[in-house]
């Protein structure tokens, strides 16, 4: 299985890719510094790194090429950030992240579009509790589907 995912090299995506790359999954993640720490550690891993953010859409279709599931995790947060800037990435950055996924061709002619809380949720029940040290899920998620080619 070949997952695709923004927001890797945040806590959560630190975290889901160390589980997912145990479980001997694919993984390819949008990085915007691929000399970070983080970044490096990621590698090391054996994640694919492609370079870019969610501005970039030709980057987010590598990121998404191929895959069976694209799991959006970066987000804007925090109180330092203009509406502007929380508007680019939120909005029209989770925007580009799912048309990505719907216009890249992918493994099994269709990929899920998991926004991040929905997905923590899904690690919390498909891995055992002593590997998910952590991981809780919101009680406000965003649901998740299969997108239509």
């Given at each position: 299985?070949?997952?695709?995912?923004?927001?890797?090299?945040?806590?959560?995506?630190?975290?889901?890719?160390?589980?997912?790359?145990?479980?001997?999954?694919?993984?390819?993640?949008?990085?915007?510094?691929?000399?970070?720490?983080?970044?490096?550690?990621?590698?090391?891993?054996?994640?694919?790194?492609?370079?870019?953010?969610?501005?970039?859409?030709?980057?987010?279709?590598?990121?998404?090429?191929?895959?069976?599931?694209?799991?959006?995790?970066?987000?804007?947060?925090?109180?330092?950030?203009?509406?502007?800037?929380?508007?680019?990435?939120n909005v029209e950055g989770t925007r580009n992240a799912v048309v990505a996924a719907g216009e890249a061709p992918?493994?099994?002619?269709?990929?899920?579009?998991?926004?991040?809380?929905?997905?923590?949720?899904?690690?919390?029940?498909?891995?055992?509790?002593?590997?998910?040290?952590?991981?809780?899920?919101?009680?406000?998620?965003?649901?998740?589907?299969?997108?239509?080619?």
């Amino acid at each position: 299985m070949q997952l695709a995912a923004t927001g890797v090299t945040s806590g959560v995506g630190m975290r889901m890719a160390e589980m997912v790359r145990a479980r001997g999954l694919r993984l390819r993640g949008l990085v915007r510094d691929p000399a970070s720490t983080r970044a490096r550690h990621l590698a090391a891993l054996g994640v694919e790194l492609v370079v870019g953010d969610l501005g970039d859409r030709s980057a987010l279709l590598r990121v998404a090429r191929g895959a069976n599931a694209f799991v959006h995790m970066a987000a804007e947060v925090g109180d330092r950030a203009s509406r502007v800037r929380c508007e680019q990435v939120n909005v029209e950055g989770t925007r580009n992240a799912v048309v990505a996924a719907g216009e890249a061709p992918a493994a099994t002619g269709s990929c899920s579009f998991l926004r991040w809380r929905p997905m923590v949720a899904h690690l919390a029940r498909a891995f055992p509790k002593r590997s998910r040290a952590g991981l809780r899920a919101c009680p406000t998620t965003t649901a998740s589907a299969p997108l239509k080619r």
